[in-house]
Nanobody
Framework: QVQLVESGGGLVQTGGSLRLSCTAS????????MAWYRQAPGKQRELVAS???????NYADSLKGRFTISRASAKNTAYLQMNMLKPEDTAVYYC?????????WGQGTQVTVSS
């Protein structure tokens, strides 16, 4: 069984920064992709960013330049550095990973950006 645990969410003012972490634990031989999604109230879950095992990153077009995804493969951990945060970034942020071909989700961490 694989678990994903997120941390780093919280309340921040407009223009502030947060760094989210997601660590995978369990019986892990390979993690193909790690990603962050978010879901705002009343909206569908959307992809924020993803990163492959080789380090190739992909971002939602609207977030390029403000968010950076990175990965510490030895720690089975992915990070999401979020800068210049806006109130519209308020959402629950979920970690997603494909581990040995199976998809897993974390429980989510709340990010609230006050105006």
């Amino acid at each position: 069984q694989v678990q994903l645990v997120e941390s780093g969410g919280g309340l921040v003012q407009t223009g502030g920064s947060l760094r989210l972490s997601c660590t995978a634990s369990g019986t892990i031989f390979s993690i193909n992709i790690m990603a962050w999604y978010r879901q705002a109230p009343g909206k569908q879950r959307e992809l924020v960013a993803s990163i492959t095992s080789g380090g190739t990153a992909n971002y939602a077009d609207s977030l390029k330049g403000r968010f950076t995804i990175s990965r510490a493969s030895a720690k089975n951990t992915a990070y999401l550095q979020m800068n210049m945060l806006k109130p519209e970034d308020t959402a629950v942020y979920y970690c997603y990973a494909i581990v040995q071909g199976n998809a897993y989700w974390g429980q989510g961490t709340q990010v609230t950006v006050s105006s």
